[in-house]
């Protein structure tokens, strides 16, 4: 697979603003590194987590990125009851 100019690395430079800025002129945004983080759940949430994980096929931690990932884009939507 062979990438064009403007998609090489070698043109890529890192800012302050989290942009990298290209040969040309233009920017685009540099992917982020991932964080750990910690939270406190009670251990029935995690129960409840995990069961929904099982059913859905997934590791408990990815459902609960992805569930965090829709919060966050607006892909998720909070029933009201």
């Known amino acids: 697979m062979s990438t064009s100019t403007s998609d090489s690395f070698s043109n890529y430079k890192p800012n302050s603003n989290g942009l990298t ?6 920017t685009k945004k540099r992917p982020l590194k991932n964080k750990r983080v910690n939270i406190r759940m009670t251990e029935d949430d995690i129960l409840a987590l995990k069961e929904r994980a099982i059913d859905e096929g997934l590791p408990y931690q990815t459902l609960m990125y992805s ?4 919060f966050l884009s607006g892909r998720l939507v909070v029933a009201k009851v």
């Open 21 to 26: 800025c290209l040969s040309g002129g233009q």
């Open 67 to 70: 569930v965090l990932k829709k």
